[in-house]
């Protein structure tokens, strides 16, 4: 196994964290406070592929390797957590698998749209009464014609007040299907959008479906085939949590390390304080341990191997690193950590999503489980 990076990933690399530090970075407390990020930031970065990520390049997209996205997430990670999980959701959650399940009429309509900034994605799964569990979604998609005629509520839609297309997911005759749907479809309505904890830049609604009438053509996949969709979506966009903490938890600890510096009690800098020392070394331990597993995971997804139970492990580990990391990062700063104008406060709020969103800890503790005991011959449920 080499990891040494590819002249065209170190290329990469450097451009994602440039204009991440450069563009993103210097904007994360307003996008924090004005509740959104700016329409012209998401433009540039569409100038610079952002949104192209995984589009292949024989369609004009980026055409990165599973590692080099991970890189990307990461560095977005480390410059603004609202802008990270905007573009997260598009391409692991809506672009990816319309690359993969798409028709070539579905590629041709949507594809260029979603890659140069003219459609955002969004991913429609969860409703009030399907999280974790979401086979047990009530929206349904009745076949009428040309059309399927879909009714239903989908709530905490990432992107749902800004996005062109919803990768949704609903009832049909053969089972759970997915649907291409786009915002101006009739009957469907952006609704509520909630107040959360953190993430503040990203829009998350609910929507109503009231008799939407999407054209048969935009079904994804064969009737039946939704499930087996979302999820194999949702172990790519696990790993890319796992990134978003690595990125995220690089970021507190470059707050703290750098407060530790200029912080003085007892007449000297806080870090000559091996209490502090510690908290900066487990941090860093933390993070190095992350990195492995992120990176392994990117090399099995990218050697066409299944990557599922890692992207369970290093979702874990991801949320739990973020979590950790960010509470005794912003513990370094004291009461200066409780107060909005440092950037920590913001990073510990973001990073609580991270045990919540895409399958929470204890779904990946199941996942991970199952996978044990299915090994000895076990069945187990959730
Ligand atoms: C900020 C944010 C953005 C989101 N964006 C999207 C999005 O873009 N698209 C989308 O479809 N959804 C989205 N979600 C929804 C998210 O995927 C769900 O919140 C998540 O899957 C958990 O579902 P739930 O909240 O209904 O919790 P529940 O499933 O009701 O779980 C409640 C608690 O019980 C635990 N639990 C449930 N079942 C079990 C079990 N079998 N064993 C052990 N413990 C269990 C859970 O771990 C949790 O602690 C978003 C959520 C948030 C907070």
Redesign the pocket.
Known sequence: MDFTLSEDQLMFKKMFADFCAKEIRPQGEQIDQAEEVPADLLEQAVDQGFWAALVPEELDGCGLDIYTYMLMLEELARADMSTALILS?HNS?VVKPLIDHGTDEQKNRYLEALAFGEMLG?????EPGA???AAALATTGTLDGEDYVLDGT?I????GATAGLFLVFAKTEEGITAFLVEASTPGLQVGYREK?LG?RG?S?NTLYFDGARVPAANRLGEGGQGLKIALGALELSRLGMGALALGASERALEEAVQFSMEHIQFGVPIAQKQIIQNYIADAKTQIEALRCLVTHTAWLADSGQDFGLQASIAKLCGARTASAVTDKMLQVHGGYGYMKEYAIERYYRDCR?LE????????QQ?LIARNIYNAEGLAIQ?
């Open positions: 959701v959650l969004a991913f429609a799964l969860t999280g974790s569990d989908k905490w839609v990432s992107n959360t993430l990203v998350c999503s919540i969103i895409e399958g929470t800890s204890q779904i199941f959730p």
